[in-house]
């Protein structure tokens, strides 16, 4: 019990100390550099191996991601699904337009280029499949939780059609993403806070998450696209429970 508090003591406030450093310094990149979207990269990769670093963060990764731009889809479990995903190019992020002012962690989304949604508006709604289609077009892949929410799971929620849609409309490819942490209770669900969450499993050793990357898909129809990511998420993440709880029965 001491090495956990131990762990939840330091790891907490070096989790902000890493992310105010690399928001900084996106700033700082993005403004001497203006549209340098391949140094913005490499400064978010240094972040995510730092993040792992500190945090005990271990990825059993399955799949590689496609080499062109595409439309990433995962499900959506806790707060570090976002680094989760080993982009291969630079992305942006769809996420909500609350998330925008959350301190340093918002302010270093925007310098990623990430789109802000406010979902109740029709305006963002048109504004975001076209912002969508310009990212791609600019050779970005985008990082999106069509859930629109965490879920414990292991069952997927709805999936949100409006990408979908922009997908089959815009041609452009969809890459469906499974995330399963060992630990299902590292979802952060019911609007618990964050500290307290982060305090209680942070301080374990190790944070084991597999990620399983299918096979991109393309199509006209977006409600087929939809069908066809969402069957085979809930699939997937249903055989990687299957998987950490067997182990944890050995």
């Not at 996106?26 to 990269?41: E, S």
């Not at 680094?83 to 302010?107: D, H, N, Q, T, Y």
């Not at 942490?181 to 982060?198: C, E, G, L, S, T």
């Amino acid at each position: 019990m001491i090495f956990r508090f131990l762990r939840s003591t330091y790891r907490i406030p070096g989790f902000l100390l890493i992310c105010s450093y690399y928001g900084l310094g996106m700033v700082w990149v993005k403004w001497r550099t203006q549209k340098d979207r391949n140094a913005m990269h490499v400064l978010f990769l240094q972040f995510i191996a730092s993040v792992y670093r500190l945090m005990g963060i271990r990825v059993f990764q399955e799949g590689e991601l496609p080499e062109q731009p595409s439309i990433l889809m995962g499900n959506h479990r806790s707060y570090v699904d976002a680094i989760l995903i080993p982009a291969k190019r630079p992305v942006a992020f769809v996420a909500r337009i609350e998330s925008k002012s959350w301190p340093i962690i918002g302010w270093s989304a925007s310098t990623l280029h990430t789109i802000w949604v406010q979902r109740k508006s029709k305006e963002s709604r048109k504004e975001t499949r076209e912002q969508v289609k310009l990212r791609l077009q600019e050779g970005f892949g985008i990082v999106i939780f069509p859930e629109g929410t965490t879920n414990k799971g292991p069952d997927l929620l709805e999936y949100r059609p409006s990408m979908f849609y922009i997908s089959a409309e815009g041609g452009f490819p969809i890459t469906p993403i499974a995330i399963e942490y060992r630990d299902p209770d590292f979802a952060w669900v019911n609007k618990q806070m964050f500290i307290p969450h982060a305090w209680k499993h942070f301080g374990k050793k190790h944070i084991d998450v597999r990620v399983s990357i299918g096979e991109t898909i393309s199509g006209t129809d977006g409600q087929v696209l939809l069908n066809e990511a969402h069957a085979w998420t809930q699939k997937e993440v249903i055989r990687l429970r299957a998987l950490w709880d067997s182990e944890a029965a050995l």
